[in-house]
T-cell receptor
Framework: DGGITQSPKYLFRKEGQNVTLSCEQNLNHDAMYWYRQDPGQGLRLIYYSQIVNDFQKGDIAEGYSVSREKKESFPLTVTSAQKNPTAFYLC??????????????FGQGTRLTVV | GESVGLHLPTLSVQEGDNSIINCAYSNSASDYFIWYKQESGKGPQFIIDIRSNMDKRQGQRVTVLLNKTVKHLSLQIAATQPGDSAVYFCAENRVTGRRALTFGSGTRLQVQP
């Protein structure tokens, strides 16, 4: 089945450690996105990539890094510089520019807990 | 900064009633809007979308209304069912600038049996 796969579903890390969240899509989409969601809140954009080997900062990029070496993969690294990393992280993809009829499809998320 | 927001954080309805979830946006350059449904612990699922050159679009049991004059978007769910209980987000995309969706804070819909 085509879709977006995020792994792992749950992730625990010690404070001060870097951690990388995986996002893979087999939809042949050009664009990929990372969002962060805190309890009871909406989604905030961390990074996005419209094409391989290119990516742009979103609203809350500080403390995060990404790479886009392959079309199907867009991993997110939460670094020790991120002051409050515990959150639900969502990856999405779209054919390209998000406009009708090209919506963004989401993965099932990774819940990161830093202890 | 410009953003998409929602009027009601929680909406409780009886099963079988119609639900209306509202959303306000502030960027007149927005040209595409999407409603997503998010169940607990899962990623958002696409419900319905609408372009800025339309004022109404219907799907199965759902209707989205767009009022560009007052920058208002609504999602109507007919004959609400327990399975509709979730958090609903509106999101916008803009012709110019950043090519990514901007989300509102969400409305939780609770369907009472």
């Amino acid at each position: 089945d085509g879709g977006i796969t995020q792994s792992p579903k749950y992730l625990f890390r010690k404070e001060g450690q870097n951690v990388t969240l995986s996002c893979e899509q087999n939809l042949n989409h050009d664009a990929m996105y990372w969002y962060r969601q805190d309890p009871g809140q909406g989604l905030r954009l961390i990074y996005y990539s419209q094409i391989v080997n290119d990516f742009q900062k979103g609203d809350i990029a500080e403390g995060y890094s990404v790479s886009r070496e392959k079309k199907e993969s867009f991993p997110l690294t939460v670094t020790s510089a991120q002051k409050n990393p515990t959150a639900f992280y969502l990856c999405a993809s779209s054919i390209g520019q998000i406009s009708s009829p090209y919506e963004a499809f989401f993965g099932q998320g990774t819940r990161l807990t830093v202890v | 900064g410009e953003s998409v927001g929602l009027h009601l954080p929680t909406l409780s309805v009886q099963e079988g009633d119609n639900s209306i979830i509202n959303c306000a946006y502030s960027n007149s350059a927005s040209d595409y809007f999407i409603w997503y449904k998010q169940e607990s612990g899962k990623g958002p699922q696409f419900i319905i979308d609408i372009r800025s050159n339309m004022d109404k679009r219907q799907g199965q049991r759902v209707t989205v209304l767009l009022n560009k004059t007052v920058k208002h978007l609504s999602l109507q769910i007919a004959a609400t069912q327990p399975g509709d209980s979730a958090v609903y987000f509106c999101a916008e995309n803009r012709v110019t600038g950043r090519r990514a969706l901007t989300f509102g804070s969400g409305t939780r819909l609770q369907v009472q049996p």
